[in-house]
C-alpha cells in the first residue's frame, strides 16, 4: 500500500499474515435489514449493541451536561430543583445499566470471545440475540418513564422514598432495569459456557487470553448478582403497588435490607464496568509493547479475586446508616482487600511495559489514560474504606468524583482503549491515528478537569444531589463545568473519525499492531462469516513475543 | 447413526441433523447446554435467594409472630401439594429416561402427566388462597389488624379451655370477645399494632413466594408442552435429548424451591399446635 501517512505507520510494520477477502466477510455477506435484525451471529450482535449503548451514551451524556449547567452558580436557575433530581437520577440509570454493564461485555465481549477461543460463534447464538433484544426493549421502557415524567429516587431506589413517597414513575423504571437485568444474566450465562466448552483444541485456561479471564469474571459476577436486584426491584414494586411494609419501617419492615439488597449486587456490578476493561488493558499493553505479559497467572487470578471480593464488600456502602460497628469493620477491611488484586495487576502492566518495545498508537494512549485515572480512582477509594473518613466524605462529590474516576476514568477509558484497538478487525478499516490520538489527549485533560475539583469540592463538605451549594464552592464548580465541556468534546470525536473510516478508512490488513490472539493471527479483518478457515490449534501461551513468530498453528 | 440422520457439509466433514453449525460434536453440544442450565438454576437460586434472605431476616426479627401467624396456614393442603410435586418429579424422571432410552411415545406421555400433576398443585394451591382470603390473610392495603384481634381471641380462648381441662372443671366459658379486644385494644398498645404488621410481614412473604414458584410452575408448563410436543414428533433420540434433560432439572429445582417453603412457611409453628 502506497499511502503511508505519518500517523499510521504502525501497521505497515506487520505482515498481513492470514490475507484479505474483500468478498466475503460477516458485513457485507449479506445487505439486507433482516439479516441484521435477525442475525445470530455474535460480531453482527456486537456491532447492533455497539450502535445502541452509543445512543444511550449520548443521551446520558446530554443529561451529565445538564447538571453541569445547572452547577455553573450556586443558584437554581436552569433547572429546577424537582427537574434536577430526575437528571441525575436519569443520568445515572443510563449510564449504568444501559451504557457501563454492557459496554465491554456486550459489544467487545460478543464480538471477541469466540474469536479469542477459536470458536465459530458463542455457545447460545439464538440466546444472544434473545440477550439483544431484552437490552433493547429494557431501554425502550426506561425511556418511556422518561418521557412520562421521570424517575427522582437516584438510581439508588433507597426506600422508603422510592416506596412511599415518590410521585414520579418509578415501578415503569423499575420494570426496564429488571428487564434489562435479564439481558445481562443471558448475555453472561452465554460467555461461562463459551469460555467452558467452545474453547478450541489446545487452548487451556492458562493459554487464553487475559480479555477472556476478566469477560469470565465479569460473567460469574453477572449471573450471580443480578438476579437479586431483580427480586429486590420486585419487591420495591410489589411494595409500592400494594401499600405493604416490607422495606418500610412503619409497617414493621427494615429499611436497611433494601440497602443490602441493592448493594449486594450494585456493589458487584462496579466490577462488572471495570473488570472487563482491565482485560482489554491487559491485550492493549502486551500488544504495544511487544512484550510478554509480566505475572500472566496472577494477572488472571487476580480478575477472579476481584470478582470474589467484590461480593462481600457490599455494606461499605452503608457505614453510615447505623449497621453494626463489628460489621463495619470487616466490611472495611475486606474492602481493603480489594486494594491488593488491583494493585497486582497495575504493578503487573507496569512490568509489563518495562524493557518493553513500547509504540504509542491510539489504543496505548487510552490504555495510559486508563492507568493514571484507575489509579487515582482506587486509591481515593480506600479513603472511603476508612471508616474514619468515611463519615466525613459519604455522601459528599468526594464520592462522586471517586466513582467517575473509576467508572469514566477507568471503565470508560478502557472501552475506547478497546473500540480503538479493535476497530480494524471489527470493520476492516483503519481510522486516523491523528484524530485519534487527539481524543484520547483532549478526554483525559477534559476528565481530570471534570473530576478533580470534585474531590476538593467533596473534601470541602460541598454534598452530592443538590442543585444549589454556597457561594464559595462557585471556583471550583466553574472548573469542573469547563472540564466537562473539554470532555465532552474529547467524547464527541470519535464519534466523526470513526464513522469516516468505517465508510472511508484505509483497509487494514489482518494484524495492523501485531496482536497475538487468535483474533488477531487467525482472522481475516474484518473476519468471515464463519470467523476461522479452519479450527485453529493452539500450542502456547499467549503473548509469545520473544524473538517467536506466531505459533499459533492450522491444521 | 443411520445414514438419513446425516448430512455432507461444504467441507465435506459428517455432520448429524441435530448438530448446531457451530458446536463440532454431538457431545460437546450436550455439554455446553445441560452446563447451561446448572447456569440458569444458580441465577434463579440467587432470584429465590432474596426473598429468602429477607424471609430469614425478619423470621429472626419476629420469630413469635412468625410462627403464631405460620399456624394459620393450612397444612393439610401444603401436604398434599408437597406429595403432588413429588409424583410430578417422579414422572419428570422417568420422562427423561424414556428419552435417553429413545421411547418417544412415553416421554411424551409423562411428560403430559407431568404437566397434569403440576395442574393439581396449582389447583389445590387456588383452593388454598382462596381460603387464605377468606379468613383475611390477605396482607394488602386494607390489612387493618383486626384479624390480629380475631386470633387473639381464639387464642385465649383455647388457653382457658385448657385452663379448664386441667383443673378438672366441665363447664368453662369462652371469655366474651369484647373483654379480649379490650386488652388488646389498638388505642392501648404499640405493640398489638406492631405484632399485628409482623404477621401481615410474614404473609406478605408466603404470598411472594409461593407467587414467584407459581409463576415458575407456568413457565414450566408451556416449556413442558413444547417439548412434549417435539416428542411425540420423534425429535429426541438418544444421541440428542438434551431439551428433555434440561426442562428435567428446570422442573426438579422448582420442586426444590416448594421443599424448602413447605417447612419455611407451613410447619414453622406446627409444634405450637392450632
Same mark, same amino acid.
Request: with cysteine; glycine share 8%; charged share 10%.
Given at each position: 500500500?502506497?499511502?503511508?501517512?505519518?500517523e499510521?505507520?504502525?501497521? +505497515?510494520?506487520f505482515?498481513?499474515?492470514?490475507g484479505?477477502h474483500?468478498?466475503? /466477510?460477516?458485513? @457485507?455477506?449479506?445487505?439486507?435489514?433482516?439479516?441484521w435484525?435477525?442475525?445470530?451471529?455474535?460480531?453482527r450482535?456486537?456491532?447492533?449493541?455497539?450502535?445502541?449503548?452509543?445512543?444511550?451514551?449520548?443521551?446520558g =451524556?446530554?443529561l451529565a451536561?445538564?447538571i453541569?449547567?445547572?452547577l455553573?452558580?450556586?443558584?437554581?436557575?436552569?433547572?429546577?430543583a424537582?427537574?434536577?433530581?430526575?437528571?441525575?437520577?436519569?443520568?445515572?440509570?443510563?449510564?449504568?445499566?444501559?451504557?457501563l454493564?454492557?459496554?465491554?461485555p456486550?459489544?467487545?465481549?460478543n464480538?471477541?470471545v469466540?474469536?479469542?477461543?477459536?470458536? #465459530?460463534?458463542v455457545?447460545?447464538?439464538?440466546l /444472544?440475540?434473545?440477550?439483544?433484544?431484552l437490552?433493547?426493549?429494557?431501554?425502550v421502557?426506561?425511556l418511556?418513564?422518561?418521557l412520562?415524567?421521570?424517575?427522582?429516587? =437516584?438510581?439508588?431506589?433507597?426506600?422508603?422514598?422510592?416506596?412511599?413517597?415518590s410521585?414520579?414513575?418509578?415501578?415503569?423504571?423499575?420494570?426496564?432495569?429488571?428487564?434489562?437485568?435479564?439481558?445481562?444474566i443471558l448475555?453472561?450465562?452465554?460467555f461461562?459456557?463459551?469460555?467452558?466448552?467452545m474453547r478450541?483444541?489446545g487452548?487451556t485456561?492458562f493459554?487464553?487470553?487475559?480479555?477472556?479471564?476478566?469477560i469470565?469474571?465479569?460473567?460469574?459476577?453477572?449471573?450471580?448478582?443480578?438476579?437479586?436486584?431483580?427480586?429486590?426491584?420486585?419487591?420495591l414494586?410489589v411494595?409500592?403497588?400494594?401499600g405493604?411494609?416490607i422495606?418500610?419501617?412503619r409497617?414493621?419492615?427494615?429499611?436497611?435490607?433494601f440497602?443490602h439488597?441493592?448493594?449486594?449486587?450494585?456493589h458487584?456490578a462496579?466490577?462488572?464496568?471495570?473488570?472487563?476493561?482491565l482485560g482489554?488493558?491487559?491485550?492493549?499493553?502486551?500488544?504495544?509493547?511487544?512484550?510478554n505479559?509480566?505475572?500472566?497467572?496472577?494477572i488472571?487470578?487476580?480478575?477472579i479475586a476481584?470478582a470474589?471480593?467484590?461480593?462481600?464488600?457490599?455494606?461499605?456502602?452503608m457505614?453510615?446508616?447505623g449497621i453494626s460497628?463489628?460489621a463495619?469493620?470487616?466490611?472495611?477491611?475486606?474492602?481493603?482487600?480489594v486494594?491488593?488484586?488491583?494493585?497486582?495487576?497495575?504493578f503487573s502492566w507496569l512490568?509489563?511495559?518495562?524493557g518493553?518495545s513500547?509504540?504509542?498508537?491510539?489504543p496505548?494512549?487510552?490504555a495510559?489514560?486508563?492507568?493514571?485515572?484507575?489509579?487515582? =480512582?482506587g486509591?481515593?477509594g480506600?479513603?472511603?474504606?476508612?471508616l474514619?473518613?468515611?463519615i466525613?466524605?459519604h455522601?459528599?462529590?468526594?464520592?462522586?468524583a471517586?466513582?467517575?474516576?473509576?467508572?469514566?476514568?477507568?471503565?470508560?477509558?478502557?472501552?475506547?482503549?478497546?473500540?480503538?484497538?479493535?476497530?480494524p478487525?471489527?470493520?476492516?478499516?483503519?481510522?486516523? +491515528?491523528?484524530?485519534?490520538?487527539?481524543?484520547?489527549?483532549?478526554?483525559?485533560?477534559?476528565? @481530570?478537569?471534570t473530576?478533580?475539583?470534585?474531590?476538593?469540592?467533596g473534601y470541602?463538605?460541598?454534598?452530592r444531589r443538590?442543585? +444549589?451549594?454556597?457561594?464559595?464552592?462557585?471556583v471550583l464548580?466553574?472548573?469542573?463545568t469547563?472540564?466537562?465541556?473539554?470532555?465532552?468534546?474529547g467524547?464527541?470525536?470519535?464519534?466523526f473519525?470513526?464513522?469516516?473510516?468505517?465508510f472511508?478508512?484505509e483497509?487494514a /490488513?489482518? @494484524?495492523?499492531?501485531?496482536?497475538?490472539?487468535?483474533?488477531?493471527?487467525?482472522?481475516?479483518?474484518?473476519?468471515?462469516?464463519? @470467523?476461522? +478457515?479452519?479450527?485453529?490449534v493452539v500450542?502456547?501461551?499467549?503473548?509469545?513475543?520473544?524473538g #517467536?513468530e506466531?505459533?499459533?498453528?492450522?491444521? | 447413526?443411520?445414514a438419513?440422520?446425516e448430512?455432507?457439509?461444504?467441507?465435506?466433514q459428517?455432520?448429524?441433523?441435530?448438530?448446531?453449525?457451530?458446536?463440532?460434536? !454431538?457431545?460437546?453440544?450436550?455439554?455446553a447446554?445441560?452446563?447451561?442450565?446448572?447456569?440458569?438454576?444458580l441465577?434463579?437460586?440467587?432470584?429465590f435467594?432474596g426473598l429468602?434472605?429477607?424471609?430469614?431476616?425478619y423470621?429472626?426479627k419476629?420469630?413469635a409472630?412468625?410462627?403464631?401467624?405460620?399456624?394459620h396456614?393450612d397444612?393439610?393442603?401444603?401436604?398434599?401439594?408437597?406429595v403432588?410435586?413429588i409424583?410430578?418429579?417422579?414422572?419428570?424422571?422417568?420422562a427423561?429416561?424414556?428419552?435417553?432410552t429413545?421411547? $418417544?411415545l412415553?416421554?411424551?406421555?409423562w411428560?403430559?402427566?407431568?404437566?397434569a400433576?403440576? !395442574?393439581?398443585?396449582l389447583?389445590?394451591?387456588?383452593?388454598?388462597?382462596?381460603?387464605?382470603?377468606?379468613i383475611? !390473610?390477605m396482607?394488602?392495603?386494607d390489612?387493618?389488624?383486626?384479624?390480629y384481634?380475631?386470633?387473639?381471641?381464639?387464642?385465649?380462648?383455647k388457653?382457658?379451655?385448657?385452663?379448664?381441662?386441667?383443673?378438672g372443671?366441665?363447664e368453662? $366459658?369462652?371469655?366474651n370477645?369484647?373483654?379480649?379486644?379490650?386488652?388488646?385494644?389498638?388505642?392501648?398498645?404499640?405493640?398489638?399494632?406492631?405484632? $399485628?404488621?409482623?404477621?401481615?410481614l410474614?404473609?406478605?412473604?408466603?404470598?411472594?413466594?409461593?407467587?414467584?414458584?407459581?409463576l415458575?410452575?407456568?413457565?414450566g408448563?408451556?416449556?413442558?408442552g413444547?417439548?412434549?410436543?417435539f416428542a411425540?414428533q420423534?425429535?429426541?433420540s438418544?444421541?440428542?435429548y $438434551?431439551p428433555?434433560?434440561?426442562?428435567?432439572l428446570?422442573?426438579?429445582?422448582?420442586?426444590i424451591v416448594?421443599?424448602?417453603?413447605?417447612?419455611? !412457611?407451613?410447619?414453622?409453628?406446627?409444634?405450637?399446635?392450632?
Amino acid at each position: 500500500m502506497a499511502t503511508v501517512s505519518l500517523e499510521s505507520k504502525t501497521f +505497515e510494520k506487520f505482515p498481513d499474515v492470514v490475507g484479505r477477502h474483500d468478498d466475503a /466477510n460477516y458485513l @457485507n455477506h449479506d445487505h439486507s435489514i433482516a439479516s441484521w435484525l435477525f442475525t445470530l451471529d455474535h460480531k453482527r450482535i456486537g456491532l447492533l449493541y455497539l450502535v445502541t449503548i452509543t445512543l444511550m451514551f449520548l443521551l446520558g =451524556g446530554a443529561l451529565a451536561g445538564a447538571i453541569r449547567l445547572e452547577l455553573l452558580t450556586p443558584k437554581g436557575d436552569f433547572l429546577t430543583a424537582d427537574t434536577y433530581n430526575k437528571a441525575f437520577t436519569a443520568h445515572g440509570i443510563i449510564m449504568l445499566f444501559f451504557f457501563l454493564i454492557p459496554s465491554i461485555p456486550a459489544v467487545l465481549g460478543n464480538f471477541l470471545v469466540p474469536l479469542m477461543i477459536g470458536a #465459530k460463534d458463542v455457545a447460545f447464538p439464538r440466546l /444472544n440475540l434473545l440477550s439483544y433484544y431484552l437490552y433493547f426493549a429494557g431501554s425502550v421502557i426506561a425511556l418511556t418513564a422518561l418521557l412520562l415524567g421521570g424517575v427522582d429516587t =437516584g438510581w439508588t431506589f433507597y426506600t422508603p422514598f422510592s416506596s412511599t413517597y415518590s410521585n414520579s414513575y418509578v415501578i415503569v423504571m423499575a420494570v426496564g432495569l429488571f428487564v434489562v437485568g435479564f439481558s445481562s444474566i443471558l448475555t453472561g450465562l452465554n460467555f461461562i459456557i463459551t469460555v467452558h466448552r467452545m474453547r478450541c483444541p489446545g487452548l487451556t485456561w492458562f493459554r487464553l487470553p487475559l480479555f477472556i479471564w476478566s469477560i469470565y469474571a465479569t460473567s460469574v459476577v453477572q449471573l450471580l448478582g443480578t438476579p437479586v436486584i431483580a427480586v429486590t426491584l420486585g419487591l420495591l414494586g410489589v411494595e409500592r403497588t400494594l401499600g405493604v411494609g416490607i422495606f418500610d419501617p412503619r409497617l414493621g419492615g427494615d429499611p436497611i435490607l433494601f440497602q443490602h439488597l441493592f448493594w449486594f449486587y450494585s456493589h458487584p456490578a462496579v466490577y462488572i464496568m471495570i473488570l472487563p476493561s482491565l482485560g482489554v488493558t491487559s491485550e492493549v499493553i502486551a500488544t504495544f509493547s511487544r512484550k510478554n505479559v509480566f505475572g500472566y497467572h496472577i494477572i488472571a487470578f487476580s480478575s477472579i479475586a476481584i470478582a470474589v471480593f467484590g461480593f462481600i464488600v457490599w455494606a461499605h456502602h452503608m457505614f453510615t446508616t447505623g449497621i453494626s460497628p463489628y460489621a463495619a469493620m470487616v466490611f472495611s477491611l475486606l474492602t481493603f482487600s480489594v486494594a491488593i488484586p488491583s494493585g497486582i495487576k497495575v504493578f503487573s502492566w507496569l512490568a509489563t511495559m518495562y524493557g518493553g518495545s513500547i509504540s504509542f498508537d491510539t489504543p496505548m494512549i487510552y490504555a495510559f489514560g486508563f492507568l493514571g485515572l484507575f489509579t487515582i =480512582g482506587g486509591l481515593t477509594g480506600l479513603f472511603l474504606s476508612t471508616l474514619g473518613t468515611d463519615i466525613h466524605l459519604h455522601d459528599t462529590y468526594f464520592i462522586v468524583a471517586h466513582f467517575h474516576y473509576i467508572m469514566v476514568g477507568g471503565a470508560i477509558m478502557g472501552y475506547m482503549a478497546g473500540i480503538h484497538y479493535w476497530w480494524p478487525k471489527m470493520t476492516g478499516r483503519m481510522y486516523s +491515528e491523528f484524530w485519534g490520538k487527539l481524543s484520547a489527549g483532549i478526554t483525559f485533560i477534559g476528565f @481530570n478537569f471534570t473530576f478533580f475539583p470534585q474531590f476538593i469540592l467533596g473534601y470541602l463538605g460541598m454534598p452530592r444531589r443538590y442543585y +444549589e451549594y454556597p457561594d464559595e464552592f462557585q471556583v471550583l464548580n466553574v472548573f469542573s463545568t469547563a472540564g466537562a465541556s473539554i470532555l465532552a468534546i474529547g467524547y464527541s470525536m470519535p464519534l466523526f473519525y470513526m464513522t469516516y473510516s468505517f465508510f472511508f478508512g484505509e483497509k487494514a /490488513n489482518s @494484524n495492523p499492531y501485531g496482536g497475538s490472539t487468535l483474533d488477531w493471527t487467525n482472522t481475516t479483518s474484518p473476519p468471515s462469516p464463519h @470467523n476461522f +478457515e479452519q479450527t485453529p490449534v493452539v500450542t502456547e501461551e499467549p503473548y509469545h513475543y520473544h524473538g #517467536k513468530e506466531a505459533a499459533v498453528v492450522s491444521h | 447413526m443411520s445414514a438419513t440422520n446425516e448430512t455432507v457439509q461444504d467441507h465435506g466433514q459428517h455432520h448429524h441433523k441435530d448438530l448446531a453449525h457451530h458446536f463440532d460434536t !454431538l457431545e460437546q453440544q450436550h455439554d455446553a447446554n445441560t452446563l447451561g442450565m446448572w447456569a440458569f438454576l444458580l441465577t434463579e437460586v440467587l432470584f429465590f435467594g432474596g426473598l429468602f434472605a429477607a424471609y430469614t431476616i425478619y423470621r429472626y426479627k419476629y420469630s413469635a409472630m412468625f410462627e403464631e401467624a405460620s399456624n394459620h396456614l393450612d397444612i393439610t393442603l401444603g401436604a398434599t401439594n408437597t406429595v403432588i410435586l413429588i409424583l410430578s418429579s417422579l414422572t419428570m424422571a422417568l420422562a427423561v429416561r424414556c428419552s435417553q432410552t429413545g421411547n $418417544s411415545l412415553w416421554t411424551g406421555r409423562w411428560l403430559l402427566i407431568t404437566i397434569a400433576f403440576g !395442574l393439581m398443585f396449582l389447583g389445590v394451591k387456588y383452593v388454598e388462597w382462596k381460603h387464605d382470603y377468606h379468613i383475611h !390473610l390477605m396482607p394488602g392495603k386494607d390489612w387493618s389488624g383486626k384479624d390480629y384481634w380475631h386470633w387473639q381471641y381464639a387464642k385465649k380462648a383455647k388457653e382457658m379451655e385448657t385452663e379448664a381441662h386441667k383443673k378438672g372443671s366441665a363447664e368453662h $366459658s369462652l371469655p366474651n370477645r369484647n373483654d379480649v379486644l379490650a386488652d388488646n385494644d389498638p388505642s392501648l398498645g404499640v405493640r398489638g399494632i406492631q405484632e $399485628s404488621q409482623q404477621a401481615r410481614l410474614f404473609f406478605l412473604l408466603y404470598f411472594c413466594m409461593t407467587s414467584l414458584h407459581a409463576l415458575h410452575m407456568l413457565v414450566g408448563f408451556v416449556l413442558i408442552g413444547i417439548i412434549a410436543y417435539f416428542a411425540y414428533q420423534g425429535a429426541y433420540s438418544p444421541e440428542y435429548y $438434551s431439551p428433555v434433560e434440561n426442562i428435567g432439572l428446570y422442573w426438579h429445582f422448582v420442586d426444590i424451591v416448594w421443599i424448602f417453603l413447605f417447612p419455611l !412457611l407451613y410447619l414453622l409453628g406446627a409444634h405450637m399446635g392450632h
